[in-house]
C-alpha cells in the first residue's frame, strides 16, 4: 500500500542547530506540503511543493526551508532551531485540489 | 485568503449523546470541503468530504456533515457518539485559484466522550 513516512518520530536539539526532518510518499502525488501543529493554533502551513524543484512558501514559513529534487522526497529544515519551533510537525501530499491530503504520523520536535 | 473558523474549542458529550461540531468558511465560490479527525497520538484521517450534489455527506464511523451554502457552514454530526470517538476534529477548505492545493483548517475541536 502506498503510504507517506516521516523520520525520525522524535527528535530533540538545542537552540542553534541545523534540523532536517524526512518525508517520503510512494502515493507518487505531486504536492507535498508541511504543517506545523500548536495546540490552539490548529495546522498552520510551512511550505508546499507542487511539483519538482517547485517550492512555495506558507503561512509560517520563517526559518525553515524546504527542497524538491524529486516527487517522493520533500524534507524541512530549520536552518538555525529556536524554541519557537518545538512542535508537532506533519508531512501531507495529494494529487490535485479535489482530492483530500494524505498526513504522516508527525515528528515531534523538542528544541531546547 | 479562506479562513475557517470552528467555534468550539473544547467539547465534553456523555456516550449515546448526539453531537454537533460548527464549521463556518469565509469563501463565498465553489468549495470543497473536509472534515479530519485526529485521535490521540496519531496523524489527521479524512472523516468525510464534500465535493458536490447532495448537501448531506455521509462519512465514516457514522458521521455527516451537512453544507449550507446560504450559511458558509458545513456542520459535523453524529446521532450517538462513543467513547472511541474522544479525538480532535478539524474543518477544512482548499484556496482558491492558484492556492486551490492548499488547505487552511479551523483551529480544530477537541471532543471528550465520557463513558
Known amino acids: 500500500d502506498a503510504e507517506i513516512t516521516q523520520s525520525p518520530r522524535h527528535k530533540i536539539t538545542e537552540t542553534g542547530r541545523q534540523v532536517t526532518l524526512a518525508c517520503h510518499q510512494t502515493?507518487?502525488?505531486?504536492?507535498m506540503f508541511w504543517y506545523r501543529q500548536d495546540l490552539g493554533h490548529g495546522l498552520r502551513l510551512i511550505h508546499y511543493?507542487?511539483?519538482?524543484?517547485?517550492?512555495n512558501k506558507g503561512e509560517v514559513s520563517d526559518g525553515y526551508s524546504v527542497s524538491r529534487s524529486n516527487t517522493e522526497d520533500l524534507p524541512l529544515t530549520l536552518e538555525s532551531a529556536a524554541s519557537s519551533q518545538t512542535s508537532v510537525y506533519f508531512c501531507?501530499?495529494?494529487?490535485?485540489?479535489?482530492?483530500?491530503?494524505?498526513f504522516g504520523d508527525g515528528t515531534r520536535l523538542s528544541i531546547l | 485568503a479562506q479562513s475557517v473558523s470552528q467555534h468550539n474549542h473544547h467539547v465534553i458529550l456523555s456516550e449515546a449523546a448526539s453531537l454537533e461540531l460548527g464549521c463556518n468558511y469565509s469563501y463565498g465560490g465553489t468549495v470543497n470541503l473536509f472534515w479530519y479527525v485526529q485521535y490521540p497520538g496519531q496523524h489527521l484521517q479524512l472523516l468525510l468530504k464534500?465535493?458536490?450534489?447532495?448537501?448531506l455527506v455521509k462519512g465514516i464511523k457514522g458521521f455527516e456533515a451537512e453544507f449550507i451554502k446560504s450559511k458558509f457552514s458545513f456542520n459535523l454530526r453524529k446521532p450517538s457518539v462513543q467513547w472511541s470517538d474522544t479525538a480532535e476534529y478539524f474543518c477544512a477548505v482548499p484556496g482558491s485559484g492558484a492556492g486551490s492545493y492548499q488547505l487552511t483548517f479551523g483551529k480544530g475541536t477537541k471532543l471528550s466522550v465520557i463513558p
Open positions: 501531507a501530499s495529494s494529487p490535485s485540489p479535489n482530492q483530500p491530503q494524505h
Open positions: 464534500y465535493f458536490s450534489g447532495d448537501p
Open positions: 511543493s507542487y511539483g519538482v524543484q517547485d517550492t
Open positions: 502515493w507518487n502525488h505531486n504536492n
